[in-house]
């Protein structure tokens, strides 16, 4: 079946940094979305991704589509204490019937 | 509009119960999905349904069943719960194809 790889497992930064964090595919996606997870609740949408190429911010959230549409990945600029949490990232592929997620990034924030 | 409501938030259960976790979104969307929740392992797709009287299976099926007698609705069944289901369970939904999904709240079960 389709499997997503994501990288970093987990990220300890101090606050302030920048953070970045992909995932590639074996297989092409038709859409790349990124979602974010907080403590006891379920996952919440950042950023979508529609098109190969396509780049898109949401605040100091930025996400590119890859090229190859075998790739995304999610940067965060200038993190903060309210950053940390789980991130994964989710696509669909051929038939777009099965959203399938990558393992999660677990990020903390030293402030 | 409430999104997807899933019930209950906690359960725990002794191996062998059988129960039903249920899962509700009044977005009108045509897809729905369970997923699991387990450390290091992210979510895993367990049962699917494109729309009223249509499931699939997702990557772990085995232990599970699901139905959608109605839009609304999507339950997911276990049979004969066994230790190895201990895990947090997502109900998602979709409008429609390659678009986002939107999730509960979780349902946290424990099976010993």
């Known amino acids: 079946g389709q499997q997503l790889n994501q990288s970093p497992q987990s990220m300890f930064i101090q606050e302030g940094e920048d953070v970045s964090m992909n995932c590639t595919s074996s297989?092409?996606?038709?859409?790349w979305l990124w979602y974010k997870q907080d403590p006891g609740e379920g996952p919440v949408l950042l950023i979508a991704?529609?098109?190969?190429?396509e780049l898109t911010s949401n605040g100091r959230l930025t996400a590119q589509f890859g090229i190859t549409r075998k790739d995304s990945f999610l940067n965060i600029s200038a993190s903060i204490p309210s950053d940390v949490g789980i991130y994964f990232c989710?696509?669909?592929?051929?038939?777009?019937?099965?959203?399938?997620f990558g393992a999660g990034t677990i990020l903390r924030v030293k402030s | 509009n409430a999104g997807v409501t899933q019930t209950p938030k906690f359960q725990v259960l002794k191996t062998g119960q059988s129960m039903t976790l249920q899962c509700a979104q009044d977005?009108?969307?045509?897809?729905m999905s369970w997923y699991r929740q387990d450390p290091g392992m992210g979510l895993r797709l367990i049962h699917y349904s494109v729309g009223a009287g249509i499931t699939d299976q997702g990557e772990v099926p085995n232990g599970y069943n699901v139905s959608r007698s109605t839009t609304e609705d999507f339950p997911l069944r276990l049979l004969s719960a066994a230790p190895s289901q201990t895990s947090v369970y997502f109900c998602?939904?979709?409008?429609?194809?390659?678009?986002?999904?939107?999730f509960g709240q979780g349902t946290r079960l424990t099976v010993v």
């Open positions: 297989s092409i996606f038709n859409t």
């Open positions: 977005m009108n969307h045509e897809y």
């Open positions: 989710a696509g669909h592929g051929e038939y777009g019937n099965k959203l399938v």
């Open positions: 991704l529609y098109k190969a190429g």
């Open positions: 998602a939904s979709r409008p429609n194809l390659n678009t986002e999904a939107f």
